[in-house]
């Protein structure tokens, strides 16, 4: 079903950070800086048309080998410090999202007491979070709330109250459940996460990657690919079966790119049973899993939920996913962080957005197209794709899917349309034209919270 003619967004543009206009082609002699591999030195790469010289500093040290580069190719520099050449057209405001191959925990109460309603937990980064980063991936989950409330975190140099902080989770009442990938754009030099827990409960946050600034990446940068699903679970009532489990080979799908593909980005919606749902994921063979908790204890028995997470890929590049509790559950992929093996390129490097939040009023039963140009980061660049927050509001209750212009409706619905309370969603997609597809099957107010842009491609 194609979308209505009736366009019924109603945009809001708010503060965002603007990029710098591209500069123009770079000077024939430059300075690169790039790894050494003496221990305690740093190191220039001087580089013309025809020559170029590492000189290494930092020991007294120096040393200079000059080296034909007419019809050679250029030097290798690590994926994990990409440069940012002059004349490289890309935008200023990009980053590339740096998966974390260990996920540290900032904060679990799930071993000790549960946090009182209205707590504010001031929790430090890691030291390898360098100051220079621009905004952090958190996994980020909360259960036993104590009543209705917001989760809201804020980097410390960028909220003046607790109240100034981004609601990035919503519990609906008392014993409530939910989980969500959470970005949370930091100052420069921020080394502290604020959270406040206005539900109370037992609080849960891990760092799954980093936003680092990058005009140009080989590893890092983010693609967005129509939701494809690898595994469905479930569980029968009846049979005494409370568990399901599943392995897929991701690595193998066909849409991911041969040894370019570091992490995928999954969307998981499941439906709770009695005393909610509960999906955990990871690699095969046991070791690390994230786990994701949804639902409302004795009242929410058949609800849907919906949850982003980021998996790196390691190993055979197999997902290993356990349905612990409810009563089924849907993995489907819509994107892939580029590994070590990837080309340089600016396609899939990341904007990250403050505050961009379109509404629109769709219909039950038909498919309406949305514009978030208004929302969109200012740049020389096309815009490939976006991460948006979904949440509905509307009676009676119904679901809520986003999906790109063209694409047929995805199985899965990314919100639900509940007349107070709605369960809201992560949709990462590809955008064409800056506008996405919303479809309802009942009448509702539909705001979709613009996150990230994900560059396609620079002029030029």
Same mark, same amino acid.
């Given at each position: 079903m194609g979308?209505?003619?009736?366009d019924?967004?109603?945009?809001?543009r708010?503060?965002?950070?603007?990029?710098?206009?591209?500069?123009g082609?770079?000077?024939?002699?430059?300075?690169?800086?790039?790894r050494?591999?003496?221990?305690?030195?740093?190191a220039l790469?001087?580089?013309?048309?025809?020559?170029?010289a590492?000189?290494?500093?930092?020991?007294? =040290?120096?040393?200079?080998?000059?080296?034909?580069?007419?019809?050679?190719?250029?030097?290798v520099?690590?994926?994990?410090?990409?440069?940012?050449s002059?004349?490289d057209?890309?935008?200023a405001a990009?980053?590339?999202?740096?998966v974390?191959?260990?996920?540290?925990?900032?904060v679990?109460?799930?071993?000790?007491?549960?946090?009182?309603?209205?707590?504010?937990?001031?929790?430090?980064?890691?030291?390898? $979070?360098?100051?220079?980063a621009?905004?952090?991936?958190?996994?980020?989950?909360v259960h036993?709330?104590?009543?209705?409330?917001?989760?809201?975190l804020?980097g410390?140099g960028?909220a003046?109250?607790?109240?100034?902080?981004?609601?990035v989770?919503?519990?609906?009442g008392s014993?409530?459940?939910?989980?969500q990938l959470?970005?949370l754009?930091?100052s420069k030099?921020?080394?502290t996460v604020?959270?406040?827990?206005?539900?109370?409960?037992?609080?849960?946050v891990?760092?799954?990657?980093?936003f680092?600034?990058a005009?140009?990446a080989?590893q890092?940068r983010?693609?967005?690919?129509?939701?494809?699903?690898l595994?469905r679970?479930s569980?029968?009532?009846? @049979?005494?079966? @409370?568990r399901s489990s599943g392995t897929v080979?991701?690595?193998?799908?066909?849409v991911?790119?041969r040894?370019?593909?570091?992490a995928?980005?999954?969307?998981?919606?499941a439906?709770?049973?009695?005393?909610?749902?509960?999906?955990?994921l990871?690699?095969p063979?046991?070791?690390?899993?994230?786990?994701?908790?949804?639902g409302?204890?004795?009242?929410?028995d058949g609800? =849907?939920?919906q949850?982003?997470?980021?998996?790196p890929l390691?190993?055979?590049?197999g997902?290993a $996913?356990?349905?612990?509790?409810g009563?089924?559950?849907?993995?489907?992929m819509?994107?892939y962080?580029?590994?070590q093996?990837?080309?340089w390129?600016?396609?899939g490097?990341?904007?990250?957005?403050?505050?961009? =939040?379109? @509404?629109?009023?769709?219909e039950?039963d038909?498919t309406?197209?949305?514009?978030?140009?208004g929302?969109l980061?200012?740049?020389?660049?096309?815009?490939?794709?976006?991460?948006?927050a979904v949440?509905?509001?509307?009676?009676?209750?119904?679901?809520?899917?986003?999906?790109?212009?063209g694409s047929?409706q995805?199985?899965?619905?990314?919100?639900?349309?509940?007349?107070?309370?709605?369960?809201?969603?992560?949709?990462?997609?590809?955008v064409e034209?800056a506008?996405?597809?919303?479809?309802?099957?009942?009448?509702a107010e539909v705001?979709?919270?613009?996150?990230?842009?994900?560059?396609?491609?620079?002029?030029?």
């Open positions: 979308p209505s003619s009736r019924g967004a109603r945009s809001r708010s503060g965002r950070r603007r990029s710098a206009p591209a500069r082609p770079g000077p024939v002699l430059g300075l690169l800086p790039v050494c591999a003496v221990p305690g030195t740093a790469l001087l580089w013309t048309g025809a020559v170029a590492c000189v290494v500093v930092g020991t007294g =040290l120096m040393w200079v080998a000059l080296n034909p580069l007419l019809g050679r190719s250029s030097p520099v690590d994926q994990q410090d990409p440069p940012s002059p004349g057209g890309a935008p990009t980053s590339r999202l740096v974390r191959a260990t996920v540290p925990t900032l679990d109460t799930a071993s000790g007491s549960a946090l009182e309603a209205g707590t504010v937990r001031s929790v430090e980064l890691p030291q390898d $979070v360098p100051v220079s621009v905004g952090v991936l958190l996994a980020v989950s036993g709330a104590q009543h209705q409330g917001a989760v809201r804020s410390w960028r003046s109250t607790h109240l100034d902080a981004r609601p989770l919503q519990l609906a014993g409530a459940a939910v989980s959470v970005t754009p930091l030099g921020d080394r604020r959270v406040t827990l206005e539900s109370g409960g037992h609080l849960s891990r760092l799954v990657g980093v680092a600034p005009s140009l080989g890092g983010v693609l967005a690919v129509p939701p494809q699903r595994l679970l569980t029968v009532a009846g @049979t005494g079966r @409370t080979r991701v690595a193998d799908h066909p991911l790119p040894t370019a593909a570091g995928v980005l999954l969307q998981v919606v439906r709770a049973g009695p005393d909610g749902a509960q999906v955990a990871g690699a063979g046991g070791g690390d899993r994230q786990v994701l908790r949804w409302l204890a004795g009242t929410g609800d =849907l939920h949850a982003m997470a980021l998996v390691t190993g055979d590049g997902l $996913v356990e349905l612990r509790s009563r089924s559950a849907d993995v489907e819509v994107g962080v580029t590994g093996d990837a080309a390129s600016t396609a490097l990341v904007m990250l957005v403050d505050t961009g =939040l379109v @509404t629109a009023s769709v039950g038909s309406q197209s949305v514009d978030v140009s929302v980061p200012a740049s020389g660049a096309a815009v490939q794709g976006a991460l948006v949440s509905a509001a509307g009676r009676p209750p119904g679901e809520v899917a986003v999906f790109p212009p047929p995805p199985a899965s619905p990314v919100a639900g349309i509940e007349p107070d309370t709605s369960w809201s969603g992560e949709a990462l997609l590809p034209g506008r996405v597809w919303v479809s309802g099957d009942r009448d705001s979709l919270d613009v996150l990230w842009a994900l560059v396609g491609s620079v002029p030029g």
